[in-house]
C-alpha cells in the first residue's frame, strides 16, 4: 500500500509529465551545456535574456532548491520527485541556474539555526537566485585553526561595531551579503564566537581582490573597521556561532564531495571525453589498452563513490540532516575530482596542455583551467589533513593522542 512517504508510482509519472512539460516551454535548447552564470568562480558572468528567463522561471517553481519548504520559497518536493527533476533535467541537457554559496552552504544552515524573520528575510531571495552570499570565516591566522579567529563584534546595545580582517573570501567583490564568524567574547575560544549576517555595502566594509598569477581574483581580503551590524543580524544566540558555523562546514563539505547534488560539477563523464580524443580499435573500445584499464578503474570508483554518497547522505538526512559523515566525501569527493581532471587532461594528449591562444578550443581551454583550480579542492572548506583529524576523532572515534 502507498504511503505519505513513497508516493504512489502514477503520481510519480504525473509530476515527471509536468517537469517534462515545463522544461520544454522554458529551457531554451541554446542554453545546453552552459552552465550557471551565479556560481562560476570566476566572476559573475553577465546573464544574458534567455539565461535570466530560465533562472526566474526556475526560481518561480522553487525548483532551483527542489526540496527546501514551499514556504520560504522553495520547491517543496519529496526526495522521490527532486530525484525525477534532476533526471529529466539531465536529459534535456538543462542546468539549475540557481547556485552558489546561498544555496550550497549559507540556505541549508538558515533553515535549521535562523529566526522565522530570518529565513522570511532571506531564504526567499536565495531560492530565486536573485543575491549572491560570500563566507566570511578564513582570517590571516584564522585557516586550519579557525576557532582562532580574531574579527572582534562589540556589543553597542542595539547593534555590533565589527572590526577585523577576513582572507581568502571568494567571491567577496561581487556579494551582496557575508555570513561570517567572529568573536563576541575574547575570554572563551570556541563559546565567544557568534554567526552573523553583514551587508557588504555597510559602510566600513573593504573589499580587497587578490590577483593570482593567473591574473584572476577569485577570491578577496575583506576588511571591517566600525562595521555597525544590527542585533537582527545574528544567528542564533551569542556564543553559539561555533556549532552553528561547523555545520554549515558539513554542508559545504557534502556539496564540494560532489555528492550533495548540487556542488561544482567535476567535469564531463571519462567516456564522453574518451569519444572526443582517444582512439577506438574496431571493437569500438579504446584501442590503448592502458588507458582503457585508467578509464574503467576511474569510473568503477566515481560511481561506486557516487552510489556510497547517495546513501550516506540519505542516512544522514534520515537522522536530521548533515554529519561528520562530509568529511569522509570531502575527503574522498575530491581525490576523486583532482583524479578525473588529471585523466581527462591525459586523454586530451596535446590539446590538454592549452592556457589560451588559437588551436584550443573553448572547452579544452576549460578543461585546463579546471584541473589548476581543482587543486584547489582539498584545500577549501577545510584541508584534506583537517578531515583526516575529523574523521579519526569525531567518525572513528580516537582520542586525541592515539
Ligand atoms: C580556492 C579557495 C577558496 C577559498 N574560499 C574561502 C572563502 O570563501 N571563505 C573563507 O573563509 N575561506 C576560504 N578559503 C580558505 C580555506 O578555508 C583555507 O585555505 C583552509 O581552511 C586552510 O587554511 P590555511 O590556508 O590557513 O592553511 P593552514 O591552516 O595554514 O594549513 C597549511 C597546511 O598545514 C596543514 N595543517 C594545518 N593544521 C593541521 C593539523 N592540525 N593537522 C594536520 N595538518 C594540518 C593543512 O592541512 C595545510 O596543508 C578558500 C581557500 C581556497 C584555496
Redesign the pocket.
Known sequence: MATLAEPRADTDEAFREEVRDFLAKNFPPELKGKGNALAS?EGPTQEDAQQKAWREAMGEKGWGVPTWPKEYGGGGLSKKQARILQEEMGKAGAYNPIGG?GVMMFGPTLLESGSEEQKREHIPAIAKGEIRW?????EPN?????ANLQTFAEDKGDHYLVNGQ???????QWADKCFAIVRTDKSDKHNGISFMLIDMDSPGVEVRPIQMISGLS??CETFFTDVKVPKENLVGKEGQGWTIGKRLLQHERTNISGAGGGGRAMGAAMSEVAKKYAEFDANGEIADKVLRDKVADFEIRWQAFLLTARRAVEESKAAGGVSEISSVLKKLGTKLGQERSELAIEIMGLQGLGWEGEGFSESELAGVRAWL?GK?FT????????Q??IIAKRVLGMLDHQ
Open positions: 568562480v554559496m560570500c563566507q566570511g570565516y578564513s584564522a585557516g586550519s585553526d579557525l577576513k582572507t581568502w573570501t571568494s567571491g567577496g577569485p577570491f583550480f584547489a584545500i577549501y572548506g577545510g584541508s584534506t589533513e583537517i583526516n583529524n
